[in-house]
């Protein structure tokens, strides 16, 4: 049997770990890290890039660079609060009116397929590490999200070919990363990451895990700081120089990138400062971005966003029916919470000092890969309670949301309610299902409509109506309306896809599939330009360096070599470039040698200024046969 890996898809980054008896380990990347920028980028080459060879190039190719696509994941185009300035691609309604992604060439891309994008690369990689198949996945969610929004990231995965052994949402992940299972611990996680904030209270009693309460925000992150200081830099410069820098094309990337920059420097240092040279031309030339921002205007800049999240703590203690004191630990996960101001918050709020992991970016994928163990039957000694995050009901007479299952309640579950017509003999009724905590249907995300028909006739009132709601471990959730008299019943499993109908979604998977080998050619051969990339640099480098000191053959030589690979470098013949790399490795060890030996011969001689290079070719040729 496959390994099931735990998968963070995370707004910025994105993270994934495997359970080795029982404890998790992360995977890297093969980037170097052990996070994955959770960006898509198509190139005018016709390249598509993910992860960080994506985000390098961000600057460069800003409307096709696809980052945060999180924040789009199951939403409605009307939805979105996101600040014009938070992306720099294109989003647009399509026809269904959810958001997606529109690239320069045009085309259109879903959430669901660009994220699906990140996870065949994480796939991949998995299986380079693992030297197996991957297919098995626990996926890890904002406990915010709503149905809609998971089974849009549920769908992501199965176009990726990965199949989903359990949704999980993010902080009972975190908690499951930082505790033991024999311990009685009541613990809250206060999650604030990229582009999301979670809060939840979480119970452990005997290995029994249980998620008492979650609330959250799935629209406030890290990305909104930066936002907040790209804009006060706008600001800034357009009041010294009077350049307004927002209509640039590239000049908005550039602050956004820098913002962020000083952002995280703000963690740790008192005052930064910003520097963009040729940030824009005035009338006397390039114009040149220079400022410094301290942490106390950083602080004030954000005070309002972070301050958002403190009713949203008291609110979950609430709900959890506890109070503060009631808490042993309170954890801290994402990246947004290495921000002093949002300690200090945690601190105040929960009246205790909170814990963070060392890698807070890597606990959730971590507390996934111990989920897939719990789920595979490879840990015995948990067991997990999850909770839906809002409230599910059906639209009544007059628009009025009638609960079925409260939020907060344990999953799986399944619950029912009565109901009746409102007009004298009603033959049908329509099922509108909703989730959200506003007492207006409207105000509530609609989840689905459908009817119930063939009522047997009758005075309003008096027809039976039994909807009944289940929910899944996984949160899904399945629907069904049963006339009690006529027995009539009427089920369905709600949006199966997050936006996505079951064909769409096929369709989505064999395209994937018939470019999964092409992609992953395409892959290998952007690795391998990277490594001509680096190979080139080193030897140009050694060239620069010591071309006084090589005798003419020799430089000649590596000039010749450094050119076949550059041109190799530029075509599409992964094998002509691992060729031309290893003719170029053969001269540069042929050089190094030469320059070894040169320093040898200086060490005895003491300098090689009274020696010719007839001599010095002589001398050497002989350690070169050999
Ligand atoms: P996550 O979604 O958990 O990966 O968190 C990513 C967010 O954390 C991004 O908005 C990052 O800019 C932010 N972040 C990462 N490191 C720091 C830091 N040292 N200080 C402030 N924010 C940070």
Known sequence: MGCTIGIDLGTTNSCMAISEGGDPVVIQTG?????????????PAGDRLVGIVAKRQAITNPKDTITSIKRLMGRKYDELEMGSDAVSYDIVPNEK?????RISDGRTFTPQEISSMILQKMKYRAEEFLGEEVTDVVVTVPAHFNEVQRKATKAACTIAGLNVKRVLNEPTAAALAFMEPVEKKRIAVYDFGGGTFDISILQMVDGVFEVKATTGNTQLGGDDF????????????????????WKDPVAPQRVREA???????????????????????GGSGPVH????????????????????????????????????????????????????????LVEETFRREPVYSVNPDEVVAMGAAIAGAVVTGQRKDLVLLDVTSLTLGVETLGGVMAPIIEKNSPLPIKRSRMFTTAVDNQQVVSIHVLQGE??????????????LVGISPAPRGVPRIEVSFSIDANGILFVSAKDAVTGKKQEMKINPS?????????????????????????????????????????AAKLLASNKTTLDEDSVHELESA???????????????????????GMVVHTVRNILNMVETFEDDTGGLGNLDGGTLGEALGETLIE
């Open 97 to 101: 009116g959810d958001a997606v992604v």
């Open 438 to 451: 506003r007492a207006l249907a409207e105000e509530n995300r609609s989840l689905a409509k459908f009817d």
């Open 226 to 245: 930066d936002s907040r200081l790209v804009e006060w830099i706008m600001n800034e410069f357009e009041r010294t120089t009077g350049i307004d820098l």
């Open 498 to 538: 997050g936006g996505l109908s079951d064909d769409e979604i096929n369709r989505l998977i064999q395209e994937a599939n018939k470019n999964k080998e092409a992609d992953r050619e395409r892959t290998k051969l952007i690795e391998v330009r990277n490594r001509a990339d680096h190979s080139i640099y080193e």
């Open 289 to 344: 971005l220079e400022m410094s921002v301290t942490r106390k205007l950083f602080e004030d800049l954000i005070m309002d966003l972070v301050e958002s999240s403190r009713p949203l703590c008291e609110q979950v203690v609430r709900d959890a029916g506890m109070t503060i004191d009631d808490l042993d630990t309170v954890v801290l996960v994402g990246g947004s919470t290495r921000i002093p101001l949002v300690r200090k």
């Open 259 to 281: 913002a962020e920059r000083a952002k995280c420097e703000l963690s740790t240092a008192m005052e930064t400062t910003i520097n963009l040279p040729f940030i824009a031309s």
């Open 31 to 43: 980037e170097g890290p052990r996070v994955m920028p959770s960006v898509v980028a198509f190139t």
């Open 562 to 584: 450094l050119d076949d690979l550059r041109r190799a470098r530029d075509g599409d013949d992964k094998d002509a470039i691992e060729n031309a790399m290893k003719e170029l």
